[in-house]
């Protein structure tokens, strides 16, 4: 059984199309994975400012004493504090960007 021109031909196209389509596909699932870390990254940086800021709030809770600037080197986080009265506002910062801010946190004692 010889395969003419015509169909060796058309094996060729049908297997390029599917060579297109498997790229296709690798491009869309590699775009998701990267949109993922990205998301993963932005979602653990907004896990340390909030634990970071809440511990800010507990020290407060307690002493009423502003707590003194703090610098997170390892994170790249600054902390700013501002007094009300007997409230906190706390502002975490990355990179001069506002990741959290948590504002009203009362001084109980």
Known sequence: MSY?????????????????????????????????RRI???????????YLAQSIAEEWKAT?????QRREEDNGFSVQCAVRGNELDIAIYQDDIQVYELEGVTYLG
């Open 4 to 36: 003419g021109p015509k169909k060796a031909n058309l094996f060729l196209i049908e297997l390029v199309c599917n060579l297109l389509i498997f790229a296709l596909c690798a491009a869309v699932c590699v775009g998701l994975l990267v949109h993922a």
């Open 64 to 68: 009423g004493e502003e707590p003194a």
């Open 40 to 50: 993963s990254q932005e979602s653990t940086r907004l896990t340390q400012a909030v």
